[in-house]
T-cell receptor
Framework: GDSVTQMEGPVTLSEEAFLTINCTYT??????LFWYVQYPGEGLQLLLK?????DKGSNKGFEATYRKETTSFHLEKGSVQVSDSAVYFC????????????FGTGTRLQVTL | DAGVIQSPRHEVTEMGQEVTLRCKPI?????LFWYRQTMMRGLELLIY????????DSGMPEDRFSAKMPNASFSTLKIQPSEPRDSAVYFC?????????????FGNGTRLTVT
């Protein structure tokens, strides 16, 4: 079945550091890929998405490129801020699994001054 | 749009009591999902509906859990009787259509504590 694997957290960075959170997936067909972010006390919200190979999703300085050859969708940001501290979830949506999104376990990011 | 609305935000109850969580999806969305989030198990899908009809309830942990969607704008998740291990944050989410690239919209969750 479909699955998503994320790097273990927590990830602790200083402000303005470069961020990479790794995400790899296993799926049949051509899934869509998502990154969601969860701030403390809130629900998950969509950060960015990509629907086909080589697409790049971007939002709020975050980027992720859909790499079919490596089945990866790594999240990057060039310069993180304290306000980026949150939990980040990688997810995939596949027509083979009806309407369910498959989520990774989440990676907690802590950014310090 | 107000987004997905859940109530209550916090619920504290004693073991054995009935608990009802409520959700109002985004207007026009035809899919509704209930998730549970804990530190130990992460984010778990409990059940989802399409056009008010339950499609997959394989994630519902026990018969103590039940969910209904009497109309397109309201859903409930009930736990009866509640147990301490049910303590978690419960999220409702909705989605427009079943296309694999349509995102989920989450509510802010209900934090349930069963003592």
């Amino acid at each position: 079945g479909d699955s998503v694997t994320q790097m273990e957290g927590p990830v602790t960075l200083s402000e303005e550091a470069f961020l990479t959170i790794n995400c790899t997936y296993t799926a049949t067909g051509y899934p869509s890929l998502f990154w969601y972010v969860q701030y403390p006390g809130e629900g998950l919200q969509l950060l960015l998405k990509a629907t086909k190979a080589d697409d790049k999703g971007s939002n709020k300085g975050f980027e992720a490129t859909y790499r079919k050859e490596t089945t990866s969708f790594h999240l990057e940001k060039g310069s993180v801020q304290v306000s980026d501290s949150a939990v980040y979830f990688c997810a995939l949506g596949n027509t083979g699994t009806a309407s369910k999104l498959t989520f990774g376990t989440g990676t907690r990011l802590q950014v310090t001054l | 749009d107000a987004g997905v609305i859940q109530s209550p935000r916090h619920e504290v109850t004693e073991m054995g009591q009935e608990v009802t969580l409520r959700c109002k999806p985004i207007s026009g969305h035809d899919y509704l999902f209930w998730y549970r989030q804990t530190m130990m198990r992460g984010l778990e899908l409990l059940i989802y509906f399409n056009n008010n009809v339950p499609i997959d309830d394989s994630g519902m942990p026990e018969d103590r859990f039940s969910a209904k969607m009497p109309n397109a704008s309201f859903s409930t998740l009930k736990i009866q009787p509640s147990e301490p291990r049910d303590s978690a944050v419960y999220f409702c989410a909705s989605r427009l259509g079943g296309r694999d690239n349509s995102p989920l919209h989450f509510g802010n969750g209900t934090r349930l504590t069963v003592t």
